[in-house]
Structures are given as structure tokens and as C-alpha cells.
């Protein structure tokens, strides 16, 4: 998968005195229907998450407290984005390769994704993901 489909997404801020609100909706700030959510939390410092991709599945990823790195890797290129607030997210479409790193004490992460968990989605072997990578590539 290309780049150019990653997206950072800012998300409504809604600022209060009595302490700010943001949100989500589906199909509306985020590009899919969401069906599941999952968090990752109590990440031990140095820990790493993630090292994997998906075969069709998309992510919205959110640092909903602290801070943390998504690394992502299209099979040529690795970019890294540092989540550190809990009002913009990272939407990562399927193929890509990924790991999450640099937790911060107390971070939050939480993950909405377009389908529910199923084992069968997960690509979990980097060289296979770049064959499946450069083959989709080439039939272009
Ligand atoms: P996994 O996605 O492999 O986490 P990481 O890539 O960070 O190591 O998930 C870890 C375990 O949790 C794995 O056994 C599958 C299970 N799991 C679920 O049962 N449901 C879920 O929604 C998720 C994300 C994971």
C-alpha cells in the first residue's frame, strides 16, 4: 500500500473550562465503519507492539493518553509518526506493515478497526509481506 493513503486525522476539539471533549463517528471523521476497538496499555518501557500487517483490515489509531510511535513500512520505506495527543489519530489502510514503540509511562493507545479480530487477517512474516506487497504492485 501507498503512502498517500496514510492519513493523520485531526478530530473534532470541542474546548471547555470544565475540561476539553473530542470524538469520532463512523463514516464520518474516520474513512470506514467501525467494528471493533481494542487498547493497549501498560506497555512496560521499551516494549514494542505490533510487527505485523493486514490483508484487508484498516486502523484508526489514537494516543488517547501519553505518547507512542507508529512505524509504518510499505515494504520499501519506513515512515514513523509520533502519536502524542488524544485529538488527532493515525488512519492506516491495509498492507502496511506495522509496529507501535516509545511508549510513554501511562500511555493509551486505542485502535478502531473496519472489521472484527480474526486470526486469518494478520500477516505476520515480513518477506511474505513483501511478496504479497510487490505482487499486488505489479499487477497494476
Ligand atoms: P496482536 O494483535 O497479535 O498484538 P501485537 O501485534 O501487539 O502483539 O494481539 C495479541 C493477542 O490478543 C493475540 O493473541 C490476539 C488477541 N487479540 C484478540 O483476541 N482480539 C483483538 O481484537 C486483538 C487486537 C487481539
Redesign the pocket.
Known amino acids: 500500500m501507498n503512502f498517500d493513503y496514510v492519513k493523520k486525522i485531526d478530530l473534532p476539539k470541542i474546548l471547555d473550562e470544565r475540561g476539553n471533549l473530542s470524538f469520532f463517528e463512523n463514516d464520518n471523521q474516520i474513512p470506514f465503519k467501525i467494528s ?1 476497538a ?1 487498547w ?1 496499555y501498560d506497555v512496560p518501557g521499551g516494549e ?5 500487517a493486514y490483508h484487508s483490515l484498516q486502523e484508526f489509531i489514537i494516543a488517547l493518553s501519553g505518547a507512542f510511535d507508529v512505524v509504518l513500512n510499505n515494504g520499501h520505506e519506513e515512515r514513523r509518526y509520533t502519536l502524542n495527543r488524544s485529538y488527532f489519530g493515525l488512519y492506516v489502510p491495509k498492507m502496511m506493515w506495522r ?2 514503540e516509545n511508549f510513554s509511562t501511562n500511555s493509551l493507545a486505542l ?1 478502531v ?1 473496519d472489521q ?2 480474526s ?1 486469518e487477517e ?1 500477516i ?1 512474516d515480513f518477506s511474505q509481506f513483501s511478496k504479497l506487497q510487490n505482487a499486488s504492485s505489479n499487477s497494476f
Open positions: 471493533r481494542y493497549i514494542v507492539r505490533g510487527g505485523h509496529h507501535m485502535i478497526a472484527p479480530f486470526d494478520y505476520r
